[in-house]
């Protein structure tokens, strides 16, 4: 069984930083985040092909958020700069094992429990 374990959230000022980390029990063609704030849909931030550590990012958080990947680790990370208020949200690392628009929630297999991440003014 594929396991998803994200830890990391926290609460923050604006203009702080946070990093989420995930551990995948399994290798992965695509290994992404994503967040839901309340009221709103789950949204895609940022994605990373572990192959070849390709990575792409949502307009709201490029230049600020940057995710990598530690192979030795089985672990995707979220680095989070600059926090903004609207970055608050629950955050959630996903991964997929075939194709699909890595934008779409709908194409990932798996999901992670979530961690809340809170910013404030």
């Known amino acids: 069984q594929v396991q998803l374990l994200e830890s990391g959230g926290g609460s923050v000022q604006t203009g702080g930083s946070l990093r989420l980390s995930c551990y995948i029990s399994?290798?992965?063609?695509?290994m992404a985040w994503f967040r839901q704030a309340p009221g709103k849909e789950r949204e895609w931030v940022a994605v990373?092909?572990?192959?070849?550590?390709?990575?792409y990012y949502t307009a709201a958080v490029k230049g600020r958020f940057t995710i990598s990947y530690d192979n030795a680790k089985n672990t995707v990370y979220l680095q989070m700069n600059n926090l903004k208020p609207e970055d608050t949200a629950m955050y959630y690392c996903a991964a997929k094992t075939g194709a699909g628009a890595y934008f779409n929630r709908n194409a990932y297999e798996y999901w992670g429990q979530g961690t809340q991440v809170t910013v404030s003014s």
């Open positions: 990373i092909y572990p192959t070849d550590a390709d990575t």
């Open positions: 399994d290798a992965m063609r695509y």
